[in-house]
T-cell receptor, first 112, second 114 residues
Framework: QQQVKQSPQSLIVQKGGISIINCAYE??????FPWYQQFPGKGPALLIA?????SEKKEGRFTISFNKSAKQFSLHIMDSQPGDSATYFC???????????FGPGTSLSVIP | DTAVSQTPKYLVTQMGNDKSIKCEQN?????MYWYKQDSKKFLKIMFS???????INETVPNRFSPKSPDKAHLNLHINSLELGDSAVYFC?????????????FGQGTRLTVV
């Protein structure tokens, strides 16, 4: 049972374009939704995160949109750059239970 | 100054052997984890420790035994290695309170069982 679903599995975007990755979750007890970025040969690193009391959070070129009623959230990368090429994981967590559940990941390639 | 460090980075071993992976964090965090990343990059939690106590054990075979000698270290010992254990294993840590929710990951240990 996949508690956090993520799409697409892979994404190719031209430099300067917008990358959009979508996620959906089942458990309404989740109260923290981070996105992690992973480069080849490295561990995942936190990119941006949101709590369900806000509908959008922006940090630089990265924006999370959150729809609590639909149990969906998405990551938008504006002005995508080749350096953004990596695997992106959405995740969900119930902070009182302390377990981060990851989506299956999206491999993003930004081509010049 | 590495926050979460794992050793070794690569580990190649034969089926049936016993091996250990070490993890240390210098962030002063209370909570540490082991995650397994398979060949399709799927990340799955294996164990969570808080202040040296086991909090989460995600139905991992008992050939896998984590050990936390102190809250800065969480080692993973694997007995009787099988081909299916081949994966990248990540150690992670976080502060452990409800507000400091960022998990910091090590660079991973690529385990290959032949």
């Amino acid at each position: 049972q996949q508690q956090v679903k993520q799409s697409p599995q892979s994404l190719i975007v031209q430099k300067g374009g917008i990358s959009i990755i979508n996620c959906a979750y089942e458990n309404t007890a989740f109260d923290y939704f981070p996105w992690y970025q992973q480069f080849p040969g490295k561990g995942p690193a936190l990119l941006i995160a949101i709590r369900p009391d806000v509908s959008e959070k922006k940090e630089g070129r990265f924006t999370i949109s959150f729809n609590k009623s639909a149990k969906q959230f998405s990551l938008h990368i504006m002005d995508s750059q080749p350096g953004d090429s990596a695997t992106y994981f959405c995740a969900a967590m119930k902070t009182s239970y302390d377990k981060v559940i990851f989506g299956p990941g999206t491999s993003l390639s930004v081509i010049p | 100054d590495t926050a979460v460090s794992q050793t070794p980075k690569y580990l190649v071993t034969q089926m049936g052997n016993d091996k250990s992976i070490k993890c240390e964090q210098n962030l002063g965090h209370d909570t540490m984890y082991w995650y397994k990343q398979d060949s399709k990059k799927f990340l799955k939690i294996m164990f969570s420790y808080n202040n040296k106590e086991l909090i989460i054990n995600e139905t991992v075979p008992n050939r896998f035994s984590p050990k936390s000698p102190d809250k800065a270290h969480l080692n993973l010992h694997i007995n009787s290695l099988e081909l299916g254990d081949s994966a990248v294993y990540f150690c992670a840590s976080r502060a452990g309170d409800l507000y400091n929710t960022e998990a910091f990951f090590g660079q991973g240990t690529r385990l290959t069982v032949v």
